[in-house]
């Protein structure tokens, strides 16, 4: 019943763009004003209605003007809800939009920025199947609302419409608008499950092993990414965590040159899944590295920045 | 819309508020309820909403199920049914608290206001005055903050009583609307189903009377009718309301009994032109101010002139009459004079040897065994009380020869008795009599205490005369009414001080029951009479409800769409000239200053650089040279912006 509802909408949509009022994109700052707030009864206002119409045959057959009167005044107020729902989205401004970082597959964090003058309560939005509700205070004039965007492929997606809504304050009536910001959102890739450590630096890997056999220096916890073969089973037995066999730390570890041309047989898409993984083992292990790429090149650094740099050339690839 | 929240169980003050609506429900309803059903549910309520507080789990279906069929097999073994008005409303509220066990949603929530603002409507078929009316719109808050409550992402809540606040803000301004609609809503002529069926014990005046049978009535202080006269009041000793006229004795009880034909003829002196709104009476007599002239409309004027209405009071009622405070009534000899000396065989033997004593010693002077009986009653050591000892058998004996004690009722029935045993036609009245004055409101209050009984006897020449026997025994219960005549034997409640307040503010019911209550069919159609429309018909009444609708949807419209943003009257301004600029394509972009942005605008249209240029200045001054801006700069800003005309962009 609600797909073929959502279906039916959606051939209007496309079919009646005039009727509909189907939002082309549209940049931001978006006011809402009454040419783009809808208002239709809830299922709640319909029952309630047909409520009244049985209250009002009562009270006209038994001519009970006491009651006539009240119900008169209870669909008043009904209808003056109306007109509170109205003016709960009437004015609100959806200043702009803070995308987070996200890498495909996962919910990206996005944070829309509502402004206004006047106190608005229990103003929802709906962007897919996530909803949220706020609460926008004179006093502050903004509120900042979180909203996860599902996200499938890396590189850039553009924001799905979003529905503002309201039911305040009786539940009656809902009102609604739909925004389309002209906005797009950076997805990052995903990194590979697991893999080799970038190329040409298997020495790395040669003296590390050099340093097994001697004692090691201290215990200290398990950080993600340690090898199993270095927890030190019986000390941790003793205790709540994990430890883990420190050993001396390797002389000054070099960078990595994280290069698209060395991983020239592989696959678009795993060749940047792949660095996708090194950088994150890098920034994990707080190493620095640098990244070439067919069309960029980013010099070697190292941090969250520049982290999310990579990343964000990562994604815009072709 | 999201499946998740809409789940999401009710929070403890949206199940508070539901909790004290249907507390309201309760309360409301208690008065017409037995008292058990209310004993057993307002605790049930009490149990569940601390129950939820404490641990909010839902109540097991062992329990609800047995409830529920204890509240059904309870309501139809004191109703003898489900339906009808009592047991309706019994079940509607029983129902209403049950469902409070299984509310967890706020689906469940809903439902229970909705079924909640029906009970309370229906708490109105029991009683719509005044105080019943507001009250049941105070129960409506509640409801109201209940329905608020259930929304997401509300302001800290206020705490007690403010939070019905909104609710009462909302209802004010729907009051004008309500109103409008109140006054056009077209009333129906006939009902489209059977008036509900009361079988209310009312204690009101009956048709019949024995003597100790008004005590209820008397100690009864509501409203039973208020009258309006044309003229000035009568004096308090002539506020006689006739009612029913009684010719049947059985030995202890009078009855009335209907005798279809012409009205006796009257000579009437002086005539009183008057109005009377009766309250539900339940019973078909209408009371009229001594003897009338005619019947009310719709009304028939019977043999004794005693006023029937087609069909029992059970909504207040108005009528206009004309009646005589001096007249003749009768003074043909009688027709029946049997009928009016009839006395039941083998009771009061002494009451009856009493009267034929009289007769003899009087010879055939009607007037002087009058005069006897009523000296009897001054001298003979009677006491005006309304808890009499009770009498035997031989009630008028036992009155006149023991206890010698009684009210209205039984020198009424005494004095009658007397007479027709002395042979003079006679017959109990029983009626109102005084009432309060109420002076503001111009019109005499009369309640069930003031009733009354009396009798007429019939005198040659002079036909009927009214004979008061209780005022030989206490004049102040016709001078100055029942209350005074009553002394200290009345609830406190009936008393001086009390009592001359609700009297007084018993205006104001008056208002209510003129304005809302009896506003009908009828005083629908003349609504429009000031405007020269006598007859307003459905189709004028309801085209007059829908443009109030719309007037109050245009006001209302009116106020949802008003922007306030008067805080800063120059920004205001500019937001208006960067609107007319829009218009032609010069939207202010992001980040843009006002200067640059002007800049801009005065580049794309040449024809209006200089005034554009003017106004960039004017704005710059006025937001940057001063702290202070000078209201004359402001004003000539504001006023150059309206005239701003934007000219088509040339590119």
């Known amino acids: ?318 | 819309m999201s499946a998740a929240r809409t789940d999401a169980p009710l929070d403890a003050r949206a199940f508070g508020l539901l909790c004290l609506s249907v507390a309201a429900v309760l309360a409301l309803h208690a008065p017409h309820l037995p008292w058990w059903l209310s004993a057993a549910l307002a605790p049930l309520l009490f149990w569940r909403w601390r129950q939820r507080r404490r641990r909010p789990e839902r109540v097991p279906a062992w329990l609800k199920l047995p409830l529920l069929g204890a509240l059904a097999l309870a309501i139809v073994a004191y109703y003898g049914s489900l339906f009808g008005r009592e047991a309706g409303a019994a079940l509607a509220v029983g129902l209403l608290v049950l469902k409070m066990l299984e509310s967890e949603r706020p689906r469940d929530a809903r439902v229970g206001v909705g079924f909640a603002c029906f009970a309370l409507m229906a708490a109105l078929l029991f009683g719509q005055g005044m105080a019943a009316t507001f009250a049941v719109a105070l129960g409506l808050l509640p409801a109201l903050a209940t329905l608020r409550a259930l929304e997401p992402a509300q302001p800290v809540p206020a705490a007690g009583p403010r939070l019905l606040l909104p609710g009462l803000a909302l209802l004010g301004a729907a009051l004008p609307l309500a109103l409008l609609a109140f006054l056009f809503v077209p009333r129906l002529g006939s009902p489209l189903w059977g008036a509900p069926n009361t079988h209310e014990q009312r204690t009101g005046l009956d048709d019949t009377m024995s003597p100790g049978g008004f005590t209820q009535l008397l100690l009864d202080d509501s409203p039973a009718m208020r009258v309006s006269f044309a003229g000035p009041p009568p004096p308090p000793g002539r506020r006689y309301f006739r009612a029913y006229v009684m010719s049947d004795y059985d030995g202890t009880t009078w009855r009335y009994r209907d005798v279809a034909a012409a009205p006796a003829p009257l000579e009437a002196v002086d005539t009183v032109r008057y109005r009377i709104d009766l309250e539900p009476s339940h019973q078909r007599v209408l009371p009229m101010l001594d003897v009338p002239l005619h019947a009310p409309p719709g009304a028939q004027l019977l043999r004794d002139r005693v006023a029937m209405a087609g069909k029992p009071v059970n909504d207040p009622f108005g009528y206009d009459a004309v009646s005589a405070t001096r007249y003749r009534l009768e003074p043909q000899p009688i027709r029946h004079r049997r009928r009016w000396l009839q006395l039941p065989d083998g009771y009061d033997p002494r009451t009856l040897a009493l009267g034929r004593a009289w007769r003899q010693g009087h010879g055939t002077d009607d007037a002087a065994i009058v005069q006897a009986a009523l000296a009897l009653f001054h001298d003979g050591g009677f006491r005006y009380t309304l808890a009499p000892a009770p009498l035997g058998r031989d009630a008028m004996d036992d009155f006149l020869f023991h206890t010698r004690e009684g009210f209205c009722e039984h020198y009424a029935s005494a004095f009658t008795v007397l007479m027709r045993a002395a042979g003079i036609p006679a017959r109990v009245v029983t009626g109102y009599q005084g009432g309060y004055w109420n002076a503001l409101g111009g019109y005499l209050l009369v309640r069930h205490s003031d009733a009354h009984a009396w009798s007429e006897v019939w005198l040659a020449g002079r036909g009927w005369v009214r004979v008061d026997p209780t005022a030989a025994v206490r004049p102040q219960r016709v001078d100055l009414g029942a209350a005074a005549a009553a002394g200290d034997q009345l609830p406190w409640t009936q008393r001086s001080w009390l009592q001359s307040l609700r009297n007084r503010w018993d205006i104001v019911n008056r208002w209510w029951n003129e304005g809302v209550i009896g506003f009908d069919t009828l005083r629908q159609r003349g609504l429009l009479t000031p405007f020269g429309i006598r007859q307003a018909d459905p189709a004028l009444l309801g085209a007059l409800l829908a443009a109030s609708c719309v007037l109050s949807g245009a006001v209302g419209l009116f106020w949802a769409l008003r922007r306030r943003d008067g805080a800063d009257p120059a920004r205001d301004a500019l937001r208006e000239l960067e609107r007319r600029l829009a218009r032609r394509g010069l939207t202010r972009r992001r980040g843009e200053g006002p200067r640059n942005y002007l800049r801009r605008a005065a580049r794309a249209l040449p024809a209006q650089r200089a005034e554009l240029e003017r106004l960039t200045d004017c704005y710059l001054e006025l937001r940057y040279a001063c702290r202070e801006p000078s209201p004359e700069l402001l004003r000539r800003f504001r006023r150059a912006v309206r005239d701003f005309r934007a000219a088509r962009v040339v590119k």
């Open chain 1, 1 to 318: 019943m609600r797909d073929a509802l959502r279906r039916a909408q959606e051939y209007a949509e496309r079919r009646l763009p005039a009727l509909t009022r189907y939002r082309r994109p549209e940049p931001l700052p978006v006011a809402l004003h009454r040419r783009r707030i809808y208002i239709v009864p809830t299922r709640f206002g319909l029952g309630f209605t047909v409520l009244l119409l049985v209250m009002l045959a009562g009270a006209l057959n038994y001519s009970n003007n006491a009651a006539l009167l009240l119900t008169c005044l209870l669909g008043a107020a009904g209808a003056a809800s109306m007109l509170v729902a109205f003016r709960t989205l009437d004015g609100l401004r959806l200043e702009d939009i803070r995308a987070g970082h996200a890498v495909a597959g996962e919910a990206l964090p996005l944070g829309f920025r509502f402004t206004s003058r006047r106190t608005r309560c229990a103003v929802r939005l709906d962007l897919g199947d996530a909803s949220a509700a706020f609460l926008l205070e004179a006093a502050r004039g903004e509120v900042m609302v979180a909203m996860p965007l599902p996200t499938e492929a890396r590189g850039w997606q553009a924001l799905s419409r979003v529905r503002v809504w309201t039911t305040w304050p009786l539940g009656l009536f809902r009102a609604w608008s739909w925004l389309h910001p002209a906005q797009s959102v950076l997805v990052w890739p995903r990194p590979e499950a697991g893999g080799p450590p970038p190329g040409g630096h298997a020495d790395d890997e040669r003296r590390q092993r050099l340093h097994r056999g001697e004692d090691p220096a201290a215990l200290r916890d398990y950080r993600r990414g340690d090898p199993l073969r270095h927890v030190a089973w019986k000390a941790s037995a003793r205790h709540h965590d994990l430890l883990v066999k420190d050993f001396e730390e390797p002389e000054a570890r070099r960078d990595w040159q994280l290069d698209w041309r060395q991983l020239g047989r592989m696959e678009h898409e795993r060749r940047i899944a792949r660095l996708a993984r090194w950088l994150g083992e890098a920034q994990a292990q707080d190493r620095r590295c640098s990244l070439w790429l067919p069309d960029e090149r980013i010099e070697a650094g190292s941090g969250p920045a520049h982290y999310a740099r990579c990343m964000d050339a990562l994604a815009k690839l072709p």
